[in-house]
């Protein structure tokens, strides 16, 4: 049996492997013609994470060490859909994120920020039957980083989405509305179509939240289609 190709993306909804203005894809998008490998049966059907190797605390990013990390905490929620808004269920979502105060807990982020003993920035969970996922963390701070003069990233959240298959990973970057760095942001820049931009941009959701407690933001992932959710390469 021959599997189903995956299906070409909608024009203009994806960033382009090259975008000048992003530094780093000027030397590894690719200078030759792309050449199709037909990928075969087991590259699209496993393996699978399932929801027995979850951990009680990976989607409260908040409650994984002694004490409660410093930040505005904040529940990020959303539905994995396909084109036709039907749920994708079971799916594995990770998430990775800078502090409260711009800096990942990471060997190579030596920069001059400190760090949170409470908090290691990193997520996951498996949408329920609903597509839904849901996450406790705490608002990321901005950093600062090498692309131009002065660059900064608005504040973000690193997603990852993995259907059946290793090869079906989809990565991309959640950010919030009314972010003032975003305009200027080369990476959310380099997608094409303005209303494919705003729709790596969750929404403050009031009804979602707990007052007193902590706001929450929505943010829906589309995995293709005209709709879709711009994703890296
Ligand atoms: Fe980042």
Redesign the pocket.
Known sequence: MDPIPYRRETPGTQPPALSPEYRSTVLRSPRKPLIVLPHTLSEVTGPIFGRDRLQPNDADLTAQHKERPIGDRMIVAGRVIDENDRPVAGTLVEIWQ?NSAGRYFHPRDSRDAPLDPNFTGGGRTITDAQGNYRFITIKPGYYPWENHPNAW?PA?I?FSLFGPAFATRLVTQMYFSGDPLIPLDPILGGVPDPAARLRLVSSLDLESSRPEWALAYRFDIVLRGHAATPMEG
């Open positions: 800078a990233r973000h690193h």
